[in-house]
């Protein structure tokens, strides 16, 4: 038996019951996706045989989404072998990203305001490069007039490479336990681009 979480999300039409595990197909020729009538389900599977099967009890009605489930056991099964390989170099590209940070641990953080500084990009911080990019989600935003805080995440420019590679990897594991994060977690300067203070 294998011990596995693995959910498959579908949708189902409701005029004619078809399936679909991409929402950008269930329009039919002429139709909009978003004006199809569907019931949008998710299906969790946690038990499998040794031969990679959904287990009996398991076992959804719908048998695309048991092929589905086993497809995606087949590739979280693939990626775990590979994470003997991958923490290994991800321990050492944090280490190398690290020892970039050595002189400049008091210039973690940047406050941008882009009313009065204009807009933003690497150019206005030479020297660093930006490799992620998030914005934030926080409720607090659907209170007042101000637009959402960007974040840039930036490394110095002479080890972008390695943080390239570094954040491939993460993202690739992303979902797997059997990848220790936390040991290849590496020093970034966060820019927090926004219309206003942080208080």
């Not at 019931?39 to 599977?45: G, L, P």
């Amino acid at each position: 038996m294998i011990k596995e979480k693995i959910n498959v999300k579908y949708y189902v039409r409701k005029d004619n019951g078809k399936l679909f595990f991409d929402y950008k197909k269930i329009a039919e020729p002429g139709e909009k996706a978003w004006l199809v009538d569907t019931i949008d389900r998710t299906e969790e599977f946690t038990a499998f045989t040794n031969k990679g099967k959904v287990s009996k009890p398991q076992r959804s009605k719908y048998e695309v989404v048991n092929e589905e489930a086993e497809r995606k056991l087949q590739e979280r099964s693939v990626l775990k072998a590979q994470t003997a390989i991958d923490l290994p170099r991800a321990i050492e590209l944090a280490k190398v990203v690290d020892e970039a940070f050595k002189d400049k641990m008091g210039d973690l953080f940047l406050e941008y305001d882009y009313v009065e500084e204009g807009e933003f990009d690497d150019s206005k911080t030479p020297g660093w490069v930006t490799i992620k990019v998030k914005t934030s989600h926080s409720n607090w935003y659907q209170d007042v007039d101000n637009a959402p805080s960007t974040y840039y995440y930036q490394v110095p420019v002479e080890v972008e490479a390695q943080a390239r590679e570094l954040q491939a990897i993460r993202k690739k594991h992303q979902n797997d336990d059997t990848f220790s994060f936390w040991k290849c977690d590496y020093y970034k300067r966060e820019v927090r681009v926004a219309d206003h203070p942080n208080s």
